[in-house]
């Protein structure tokens, strides 16, 4: 009896291993985003995974669009890839109110591509960082970076929004979790 107990729970044990393990290969198909810091208002390092090619096809060039909210954004060097930004003229309701002309805002980098020197198979993975200023916000806002992943055959857009309570979209833009802003000297007792 007790034999047979234990063959009924190694089973149901390595059922289980196999669906967790599944379900964690599914979830990490995507790519993704990790950051030093979330908190609104900080400087952070994002750290993109790219973990597979587009249905087998080997990555040539990733692009990640910088959302609006973020001001400057300086890429990580990756060896295997060249980098480069597109800019856009920065206009912001302060300037305006200034009456600074648009050629006094300066530029912003509205997109920074990574393009292969070496196609990256499609059974490997690699990283990129992008250092940038998080924006203000709220506690569980998100800050997306939709992404363009074009391979030797095909492409995927990562831009799908991903909305609280719902299920995951199919191909979600790379995003990080603002959480509450860190204190500052300005916070303390006059």
Not at 144 to 160: D, H, I, M, R
Request: proline share 9%.
């Amino acid at each position: 009896m007790s034999k047979r107990l234990a063959v009924v729970g190694t089973a149901t044990l390595g059922v289980t291993a196999a669906i967790v393990l599944g379900t964690a290969g599914v979830a990490s198909a995507h790519v993704s985003a990790t950051a030093t810091s979330t908190a609104a208002n900080s400087y952070t390092t994002a750290t993109f995974s790219v973990p597979h090619g587009c249905d087998g096809s080997p990555t040539t060039k990733i692009e990640f669009q910088v959302p609006e909210s973020v001001i400057e954004v300086t890429p990580t060097v990756n060896p295997n890839w060249t980098i480069t930004k597109a800019t856009a003229p920065y206009t912001s309701p302060p300037a305006s109110a200034d009456d600074e002309s648009a050629e006094d805002a300066g530029e912003r980098v509205t997109s920074v591509t990574y393009t292969a020197k070496t196609p990256l198979p499609a059974d490997e993975r690699d990283t990129f960082a992008l250092s940038f200023s998080l924006p203000d916000g709220k506690p569980g806002d998100l800050v997306e970076f939709p992404a363009l992943q074009t391979c030797e055959k095909g492409s995927v857009e990562w831009n799908q929004e991903q909305k609280a309570g719902e299920a995951e979209p199919e191909h979600p833009a790379p995003s990080i979790t603002l959480t509450a802003a860190g204190a500052t000297d300005d916070d303390g007792d006059p």
